[in-house]
Structures are given as C-alpha cells and as structure tokens.
C-alpha cells in the first residue's frame, strides 16, 4: 500500500482517487477551495460525476502538508494554469525526491513551458513523471477499462508509477518519452476544439474524421521539431487521447467546440462547459511553438482566429479546405 496525495480535487484528481483507493492505497485528496473539499466529505460525491459514489476511506483536505506529508507519490492534477502556483504553494513541504506524477494536460502560454518542465523549475528537488492517454474521469470513475502510459526518463520512476496504478479495469504502460507525452496531450486539446466545432457546425463525419488525421499531423509535426518521438504521437498519449477527445460526449474541449460552432463566444462556451477547458489555453501556446520551430499548424491557426481574432468558424473551416494543393506526406519516391 502506497500513500498518496493528489493535488486537485476537478474531475480528473477525483476520479484518480477513486481508482488509486480502489487499488488499495491511502489516498489523501486536496483542494484549493475549502469548501469545495467540505461538501466532498460530506457527501461522498464530485457535482460533475454524478452517480458516483467515492469508496470510503479518502481522506479530504484543504491543508497543502497534510496532504504532501510522507507521501510516496503527489498526483499534480489541477488545471494546467495553476500548476506553477500549486508548485509555488507545495515548495515548503516538499521533501528531497518526492515523486510527483503530473496528470495536468497543457502548455504554459508565456514560457511555452510543458507541466513536469514548470513542476522541475518550482520544485527541484521533486522527481517528475507524467500520466496521460484516452482516460476521460466520467468513466475512470466508474470502473470502465481505460489504458494510459506512465513516462519518466527513468525507467524505475516509470514501473512504480505503472504498478501503483494498474488494476483490472486501467492498464498502464511505461514510456521513457516524456516530452513525447506532454506535447501530444497538450496540443490534441486545440485539435478537440477544432473537431467539436465542425459538429457545432453540422459537418459530418467525413470532416471529424479528417481534423483528427490532419490534426495529428500537426501535433507529430511540431512534437518532434521538439525533441518528441514518433512513435509516441502513434500511441495511447498521442493518437489515442486524440480520438477519445475528438469523439467522446464528455470531452470538455469537443464540447466547448460544439457551442462555439454553434455561435456562442470563446467566454460564452468556457462558462457553460463549467470546466476547465485547456485547448483554450494551448491554443496560443501552439500557435507561439509552430513559430518558433518553423512547423505548418494550418488547424491550431484557425482555432487561434475563431478563439481569440473573432474569425467566424465556417469560414476558418472553408479556408482549410481551400489551401493549396499538397502531397500527403510519403516516404515512397514518384516513379
Ligand atoms: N477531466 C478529465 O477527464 C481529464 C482531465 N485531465 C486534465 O486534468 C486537469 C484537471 O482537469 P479537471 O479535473 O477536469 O478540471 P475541473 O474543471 O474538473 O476542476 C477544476 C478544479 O480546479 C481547482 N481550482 C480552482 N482554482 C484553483 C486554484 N487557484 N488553484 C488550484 N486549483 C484550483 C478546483 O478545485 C476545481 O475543482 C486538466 O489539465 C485536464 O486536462 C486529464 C485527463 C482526464
Ligand atoms: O484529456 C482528457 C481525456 O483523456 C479529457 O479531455 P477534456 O478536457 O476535453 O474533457
């Protein structure tokens, strides 16, 4: 039995307790927002997981060390724009080589920055590690089978991260390809965005399926202008988080798309989704890295203009159907 903390109690930090104190582990849960965590203890339920009932023994708090003291493992899972201050807020009580598994899809918009890259520069005696794939917490939470993929440079931080959290119902691989894992699970939320307007729209599924294969093209693109592998953008972080964000009803960035293509403002959608909603904030981050490394994200731009330029969504969608013409890219040489 491993002790736990996980930092934030949103959707994803719950559902990771229910799964970690299903594994039999003490699970210890934080939130920012006391009475957030209050109204957890008392009920036993997340407002946004309905029919989820949290199995007994989580311990809730608001209190920072209590809920990083003689942990094994902190799960850092707050949205991706309070990390760096949940970092800041974890400094006094973090001890020499506290793992800490970053969950927490997105890129900082102002140091283009990953999330283990802000949690190493706040906290450097912490060991980093990340944990990403096709895992939406409405289902995790529920018990529904779900894989991801553990990274760490190190291939032991990775197996521990991977045995800590298999069970039955989630399978767990390990990867050494950090940044590989980051870039794909930042910037497949951009692309959800992209996806969950052409359905705003009415465009069928000969459009969504086009967005994720283009999509992905722009992602493996800029990630390994990066320093990310190929094969990871092909797998469970990369691919795989793509489909299920790009397809699932409970995608928070598909629906947020939804209502934008429906006409409804950037602020508009944000506040109805209730959420957080990270493509937003990755949007610029993209848009900032496909400059700096020099890569074509014909989609990430479009999703930039309809979000922040007022650019109306149909006509972002017509003109990426009216770019010149290309080669689909092909290793094999013209005859
Ligand atoms: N929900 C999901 O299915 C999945 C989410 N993720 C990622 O997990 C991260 C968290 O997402 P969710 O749990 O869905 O978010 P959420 O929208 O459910 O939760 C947001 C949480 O932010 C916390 N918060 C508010 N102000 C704060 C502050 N100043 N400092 C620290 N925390 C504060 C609140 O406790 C609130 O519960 C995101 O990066 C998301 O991409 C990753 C995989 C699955
Ligand atoms: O990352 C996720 C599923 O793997 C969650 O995606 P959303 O934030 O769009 O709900």
Redesign the pocket.
């Known amino acids: 039995m491993e002790k736990i903390g996980i930092i ?8 990771i307790a229910v799964l970690l104190r299903n594994n039999g582990h003490e699970v210890t849960l934080w ?3 006391p009475a ?2 209050e109204e957890m203890a008392k009920t036993r339920t997340h407002k ?1 997981l309905p029919g989820v009932t949290l199995p007994e023994g989580i311990i809730y708090t608001a209190d920072l060390e209590e809920a990083m003291k003689d942990k094994n493992l902190l799960v850092m ?4 724009v ?1 990390v760096r ?2 970092a800041q807020k974890m400094k006094p009580f973090c001890k020499e080589g506290q793992l800490i598994v970053d ?4 890129i900082e918009e102002n140091t283009l920055d990953t ?1 283990t890259q802000i949690i190493k520069e706040e906290l450097p005696m912490a060991e980093t590690a990340v944990l ?1 794939g096709p ?4 289902e ?1 939470s529920r018990g529904l089978p779900t894989l991801c993929v553990a990274g760490s440079r190190k291939k032991n931080v990775a197996e521990y991260v991977q045995s800590t959290f298999i069970s039955p119902v989630f399978r767990v691989y390990t990867s050494p390809d950090v940044l590989g894992i980051e870039t794909g ?1 930042a910037l497949k ?1 951009v692309v959800a965005l992209a996806a969950g307007i052409a359905d705003g729209l009415g465009y069928g599924d000969n459009a969504k399926a086009a967005l994720i294969t283009r999509g992905m093209a722009e992602i493996a693109r800029l990630g390994i202008a990066m320093g990310g592998k190929y094969q990871t953008y092909t797998g469970l972080s990369g691919i795989g988080d793509l489909i299920v964000t790009c397809a699932s009803m ?3 960035n598909r629906r947020a798309g939804i209502l934008i293509g429906k006409g409804y403002t950037m602020e508009e959608a944000m506040k109805e989704v ?3 909603v ?1 493509g937003v904030y990755s949007a610029k981050a993209a848009r900032a890295l496909a400059k700096k490394y020099n890569v074509s994200m014909p989609i990430v731009e479009e999703v930039n203009q309809v979000l922040f330029e007022g650019k109306p969504a149909k006509e972002a969608v017509a003109d990426l159907m009216l770019r010149d013409k290309r080669i689909e890219h092909s290793d094999l040489p013209w005859e």
């Not at 899972?77 to 991706?80: D, G, L, M």
């Not at 969950?103 to 997105?106: N, P, S």
């Open positions: 934030g109690s949103g959707t994803w930090g719950t559902a939130s920012a927002i957030e965590i946004n899972a707050v949205p991706s309070f201050s949940t969950v927490a899809k997105g999330m990403s895992s939406h917490a409405e995790v699970a939320n409970h995608s928070r209730q959420m957080v990270e």
